[in-house]
């Protein structure tokens, strides 16, 4: 089978790693896929550094004739057989080929409404299923949208469960930033962004330093387009009084030896948020998990088992579930156990990957028996007007 995802965003995120990862796996596993991203974006860069094949288009706009012809030679040339969009700009420019017959699918991995109706019309009427990463964005579509249930899958996110893994060198990270075995560390990994909650956890961190002055906090990830929220988080920090206990890391590759340092991870998201890849690294790391109740976390997470979860945007829930771990290391060893153990069961990369090709070999057996169908009645068309055709007699 041959695969054609498009992703038109201009920044670096966790979606956008999970594809470039799926399209590497679905290349490497009999099959053969390709990215079609833009030029300009970080996408194009980092996909390059991952070695996923990537085609540059200019995805900037939603309605674009050339480029839809671009894709659509494409696909004739290489004889794609599904094409997966992931965000708002490439689906409406796969629109044209999907009412000329081309199965598309579209993913939907946040949980932000789309807010007003209209705009369910590109999925219900522009593609053939629509793959959710979360159980509450396909309720959400069903109640509030109208569409139909069968059209919607939910496929959450997974890892690679021997990358991410409890028996990693836990002194890596630390050696590098100049923290000793004992110093605490909590861990924050996401895009620095206003929904990610970035500065609700500079606020607790400042909580707990009260009470943990030896904690540390560490923050990766970057800014999507420019880095002036970057900034603002630098401020926040400053003005808090947390420049010897928080480090901002920027964008990093070895996110499992940061995982393998951290004394726990922090998702601190409001909302966006549906099926974060964080939790499934961390549960899979070992790593004791406190996460906001965002998304997929609540069918996740069972709090005092295997997590702790508090509502978003409370600075003060964060502070005291943290401070909870670093002074109960039974609590915490027992949900780290219990996290890995969920992961090991529920969030293998290969399980996942071999769900989403169930989910588009039907999609696309489902085209062409759709194909082969208005052919045949094409053909009994033509036939039944020749048999009723009145007959030329000779002269």
């Not at 771990?325 to 156990?337: H, K, M, P, V």
Request: aromatic fraction near 8%; charged fraction near 25%; hydrophobic fraction near 40%.
């Amino acid at each position: 089978m041959n695969l054609l995802h498009l992703e038109s965003s201009g920044s670096w995120g966790g979606q956008e790693y999970r594809t470039c990862l799926e399209i590497n796996w679905i290349n490497a596993n009999g099959h053969r896929a390709w990215l079609i991203c833009d030029p300009t974006s970080e996408v194009m860069m980092k996909a390059r550094e991952l070695g996923t094949p990537v085609i540059p288009m200019s995805l900037k706009h939603r309605i674009n004739p050339l480029v839809s012809f671009r894709i659509w030679l494409f696909c004739r040339r290489n004889r794609v057989d599904l094409i997966k969009s992931y965000s708002s700009k490439d689906h409406w420019l796969c629109l044209p080929l999907f009412l000329c017959g081309w199965p598309v699918t579209r993913a939907r991995c946040i949980t932000d409404p789309l807010g007003q109706k209209n705009r369910a019309f590109i999925y219900r009427h522009g593609c053939a299923k629509i793959v959710a990463d979360a159980q509450v964005i396909k309720n959400e579509f069903i109640e509030q949208y109208g569409i139909a249930p069968e059209k919607i899958e939910v496929i959450g996110s997974a890892v690679d469960l021997e990358k991410f893994s409890p028996n990693r060198d836990r002194m890596k990270f630390r050696r590098e930033v100049g923290l000793p075995a004992e110093a605490p560390i909590i861990a924050n990994i996401g895009m620095i962004r206003p929904d990610k909650g970035q500065f609700n956890l500079v606020e607790a961190a400042r909580i707990v330093r009260h009470q943990r002055p030896d904690a540390h906090f560490v923050f990766v990830g970057e800014a999507t387009g420019g880095r002036s929220r970057e900034k603002w988080v630098r401020k926040a920090i400053d003005r808090a009084g947390l420049n010897g206990n928080v480090l901002m890391m920027g964008y990093r590759w070895d996110i499992p030896d940061i995982l393998a340092a951290a004394n726990m991870v922090v998702i601190a998201s409001r909302h966006t948020e549906a099926s974060p890849i964080v939790l499934r690294e961390a549960f899979a790391s070992g790593r004791p998990v406190v996460a906001t109740r965002v998304g997929d976390v609540p069918e996740i997470i069972v709090h005092g088992e295997n997590g702790l979860m508090v509502q978003p945007n409370d600075s003060n829930a964060l502070a005291t579930a943290i401070l909870l771990f670093l002074s109960d290391e039974n609590l915490a060893e027992r949900c780290a156990d219990k996290g890995l153990r969920y992961a090991r069961e529920h969030f293998c990369f290969d399980r996942m990957m071999r769900a989403k090709l169930d989910v588009d070999l039907a999609v696309v057996e489902a085209s062409k028996k759709h194909r082969n169908r208005a052919k045949d009645c094409n053909g009994a068309s033509e036939h039944a007007s020749i048999a009723t055709a009145e007959p030329i007699l000779p002269d």
